[in-house]
């Protein structure tokens, strides 16, 4: 029971960076991402082929995995810079579809639907199974601790102040003297960044990838998370995630209770548990738990006296 | 030459003729009006001069560099600036984020540097942050800055629209309709606040329907109408031009 608890929190811990790294692009930015698995999926086979194939450390790996995962991000980026709004949802959902589908398809590379097996992970096998497992997920911890202090810098830097003015309206923001696509592609690039880091330590911590493991309901789970936390949020996008977790793996005690029902009513009925909640959280705080908030500078008040004059 | 030098400027927009060859020039020191009836055009030069519609032909001079074709943050950077017409803008910024952005040549804005949270960006930004707050209190704001901007007044999304643009140290600002909508009182000031400005050293160029305003404010006037220069001069001169006459009330074709 506690190694369950324990992998559950471990995964907590990597939805958590993915909605970190979907807050950079939509909660920031404002760009939809509906490709979130696929760059999950690029870079967990890009540090599971280094480290497995070539040998290379993990640590590389897992470097080179959130550093492909951006290179990705920024092509695509750069492919749909003239998209917004529901176009970019299609292509990005396309995106994360070809990565699945070439992952199932270039066996000589990815070994197919077989997937990936023997993924190395960190002291895996020199510790007992219940050591790795927290050892990862303090590994996790700190990773995810991070990510949030180097994203807290970004939204509270003038670069996070120009991430949310395009988010309201790019033409006003150009007018405003920034750069428009290169903000754009730069955060997409940086959300991806931490959505392929989460990919490439998921594939060190169960040691086995598979294309069906990268559907794109996992895409749904993290917008779940980051909107039931609080877009815009970074501490929300923990939060949530943690709570989408929770809320999955706990339905599934919930209903073993519930005498008289069939395998499939339970499944269905957890679903509707998991609806009803996130329906009931958006119904009372409609900004996710932890809503996003405006920076509040505190002003001296000595000129005040002038500004009455004034008016 | 003058500050800004429009010549010869064409758009279309499928088939209807937006611009049909505009000349236009704004001589430094000035605020001068552009006025004229619904779909002359002004609002279309305004785009094709900051960038944000490529004109068709034409040419586009500002203080001596053509900019023709510039991406409309290279011509804001240049010290030509617009405000809009309906208030746009960043309603989920607060009013201080609203003209701090506005800042030119923020470090801060370069990804590595905000991650790495660097000194000249925290130097910088405190420069900005005092000058915001100066540019709020000057237009009355002062009390709001730390509100949205979703949650100002009508008339202070007017005076905020003037203060971003103030931000970016302009030499022109191109303000789209800057009273309409905003009550008798208020527009007063706005136009003291312009006078003021101006008497600073700043240029503007004014698209108003309100002509008692354009007659109080503006030296020399601009009428536009169909997507053309149709004539300029005082605000007297024009009131008593009959083409600009006949371009609001339409032609006398029965006149006795």
């Known amino acids: 029971m506690e190694n369950y608890i324990v992998a559950m929190l471990v995964f907590a811990g990597l939805y958590g960076l993915m909605a970190l790294g979907l807050n950079v692009v939509w909660g920031m930015a404002g760009m939809i991402n509906l490709g979130l698995v696929g760059f999950f999926a690029f870079g967990a086979y890009v540090s599971a082929l280094l480290t497995k194939v070539l040998g290379l450390p993990i640590w590389f790996g897992v470097v ?173 996008a923990v939060v949530g995630s943690v709570l989408v977790v929770f809320f999955m793996e706990s339905t599934r005690f919930l209903t073993e209770v519930v005498p008289g029902l069939q395998a499939v009513q339970v499944a269905a009925l957890r679903e509707m548990l998991i609806g009803g909640a996130l329906i009931v959280i958006m119904r009372l705080r409609p900004g996710g738990l932890l809503p996003e908030r405006l920076p509040r500078i505190d002003l001296p008040e000595s000129n005040l006296p002038q500004e009455k004059k004034a008016t | 030459m003058g500050l800004l030098d429009v010549r010869n400027l064409h758009r279309n927009f499928y088939g209807v003729q937006a611009l049909a060859g505009v000349d236009l020039v704004v001589e430094p020191g000035t605020i001068t009006g552009l006025i004229g009836p619904n779909g002359a055009g002004k609002t279309t030069v305004f785009n094709c001069v900051t960038g944000l519609v490529p004109p068709d032909s034409g040419s586009v001079t500002f203080d001596g560099r053509d900019i023709t074709g510039w991406r409309p943050e290279r011509i804001t950077q240049a010290g030509l600036v617009r405000t809009f017409q309906i208030a746009r803008g960043f309603p989920r910024l607060s009013v201080l984020e609203n003209l701090m952005l506005y800042g030119a040549r923020q470090p801060g804005e370069t990804l590595w540097k905000a991650l790495a949270w660097t ?62 909508g905003v009550n008798p009182t208020l527009a007063n000031q706005i136009a003291d606040h312009l006078r003021s400005l101006c008497d600073e050293g700043i240029s503007f160029l004014v698209i108003e329907h309100h002509m008692d305003m354009i007659a109080r404010l503006c030296d020399p006037v601009i009428v536009m109408a169909e997507g053309r220069h149709l004539a300029q001069g005082s605000f007297a001169e024009i009131a008593a031009d009959e083409r600009v006459q006949d371009a609001y009330m339409g032609k006398r074709r029965w006149a006795s």
């Open chain 2, 119 to 180: 000194r000249d960006q925290a130097a910088r930004e405190a420069e900005v942050r005092e000058r915001a707050v100066a540019v709020g209190r000057r237009l009355n704001l002062g009390h709001v800055l730390n509100n949205a901007a979703s949650d100002l007044s009508g008339g202070q999304k007017k005076l905020l629209e003037i203060g971003r643009a103030l931000m970016t140290d302009p030499k022109l600002i191109l303000l789209d309709e800057p009273i309409a």
């Open chain 1, 64 to 236: 080179a995995g959130a550093a492909g995962a951006a290179a990705a991000g920024m092509v695509v980026a750069m492919v749909t810079a003239k998209l917004r709004g529901d176009y970019l949802a299609i292509v990005t959902l396309g995106f994360s579809e070809v990565i699945r589908i070439t992952a199932s398809n270039e066996i000589w590379l990815t070994n197919g639907t077989d997937g990936i097996s023997g993924i190395p992970g960190p002291l895996r096998g020199q510790v007992t199974p219940e050591a790795f497992n927290l050892i990862f997920l303090a590994l996790v911890a700190v990773v995810v601790a991070i990510v949030v202090f180097l994203l807290q810098r970004v939204r509270h830097a003038p670069y996070g102040r120009v991430l949310r003015a395009i988010r309201d309206d790019d033409q006003v923001a150009a007018v405003a003297g920034k750069t428009v696509i290169r903000f754009k592609v730069e955060a997409f690039a940086l959300g991806c960044a931490v959505i392929g880091l989460s990919g490439a330590l998921y594939g060190h911590y169960t040691s086995y990838i598979a294309p069906d493991g990268f559907v794109p309901l996992i895409t749904i789970y993290i917008v779940l998370a980051l909107t039931a936390g609080g877009t815009g949020n970074n501490y929300g």
